[in-house]
């Protein structure tokens, strides 16, 4: 097992408009996962869960992806990573707020399930790790039509306790399959600590247990995890097998909106946690890096916010569904 490293911006071979890139794309999602909440604070959206400090992990997955070609079977706190595989603002604006042209469920599912039939997301259920199961399913299937595609599962720490997870990885292990099963790690699952939830220090100290490769990787270092993804995603297409890759997080909000982190986080905790935010940190290590440079980190928040602002015009105008058709998309048509 690898414990990657801090990447400094010239070792991840990435060139200076994909670093901005990578940033903007943070930012879109953190600035996206703030007006959820906002509006749901407002009682118009009814639920609301924040992948706010999750943003380097997702972006640095999601580069490592072949968009449009790779598959992803997201978890609630993806909003970010859905962005880079293709879906808009608008998308998750229309399903915060239940409208009809939700894509992600035409408004069926509770908002943060995500799914998107043109950019290979597969919408999952609410139990926590039943996606594990659908994603390598879905490796399976590339397998059988021997196509060189990828799935990234992600799940959090609290859902590898569960037997799907097991089921899952035991599976994909003994048939090599193309699976890439991205733990983010927050260290909490709703209240419940980490050393509640395992006896172990890393979830990826499980990998050998499976027979497959492991890595941990701060998941607050975009350009660590886009390397390592990058190695997994790799094996997994040369059919090497799948890799259980470990990104620690922190969640800078509380679990939902149902929740108060205050409630069982101490201040120092929470603190600390704050200390750890990835946008910041991100721009930081870009500015010093000049690869950011005075004002462009102001010029694509305001990019970011434009692009918000007219995605909610557009979903706050749209119709929500039929009482009528309440039953579409929820049973089959006889
Ligand atoms: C099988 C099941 N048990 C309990 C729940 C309630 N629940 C929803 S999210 C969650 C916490 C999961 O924590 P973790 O997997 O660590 O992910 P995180 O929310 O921290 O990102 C729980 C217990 C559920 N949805 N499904």
């Given at each position: 097992m690898v414990v990657s490293e801090s990447a400094p911006a010239?070792?991840?071979?990435?060139?200076q408009d994909q670093l901005r890139s990578m940033y903007r794309d943070m930012v879109l999602g953190r600035l996206l996962d703030e007006r959820i909440l906002v509006l749901n604070r407002q009682g118009r959206a009814p639920f609301a869960i924040s992948g706010q400090g999750h943003e380097a992990a997702q972006v640095g997955v999601g580069y490592a992806l072949r968009r449009g070609h790779d598959w992803l079977v997201p978890y609630y706190r993806d909003l970010t990573l859905v962005l880079v595989m293709g879906m808009e603002p608008k998308d998750h604006l229309l399903a915060a707020l239940g409208k009809?042209?939700?894509?992600?469920s035409g408004a069926r599912q509770?908002?943060?399930h995500y799914g998107s039939r043109a950019h290979n997301i597969v919408t999952t259920g609410?139990?926590?790790?039943t996606q594990i199961l659908h994603a390598v399913g879905v490796a399976q299937s590339f397998r059988y039509r021997k196509e060189d595609t990828v799935v990234v599962v992600s799940v959090g720490e609290g859902g590898s306790s569960e037997g799907d997870w097991h089921e899952g990885l035991n599976w994909a292990a003994i048939y090599h399959l193309p699976v890439v099963f991205l733990v983010e790690n927050n260290a909490y699952a709703i209240s419940v600590p980490q050393s509640r939830q395992m006896?172990?220090?890393?979830?990826?100290?499980r990998a050998a247990g499976y027979g497959m490769a492991g890595a941990v990787v701060d998941g607050g270092d975009v350009l660590a995890v886009y390397r390592a993804a990058s190695e997994a995603v790799e094996r997994a297409r040369s059919g090497q097998g799948p890799t259980l890759l470990e990104a620690l997080c922190?969640?800078?909000?509380?679990?939902?909106?149902?929740?108060?982190q205050r409630r069982y986080r101490t201040a120092e905790d929470l603190a600390d946690t704050r200390a750890h935010d990835p946008v910041v940190r991100f721009r930081t290590e870009l500015e010093a890096a000049g690869v950011?440079?005075?004002?462009d980190a102001d010029e694509i928040r305001q990019e970011c916010q434009r692009l918000i602002e007219a995605a909610q015009e557009e979903a706050d105008q749209a119709p929500v569904p039929d009482?009528?058709?309440?039953?579409m998309h929820v049973y089959a048509e006889a």
């Open positions: 010239e070792m991840a071979g990435l060139s009809a042209a939700d894509p992600n509770m908002p943060g609410s139990p926590v790790a006896a172990v220090a890393h979830v990826a100290d922190v969640r800078l909000q509380s679990h939902s909106s149902d929740d108060d950011l440079l005075d004002g009482a009528a058709s309440a039953l």
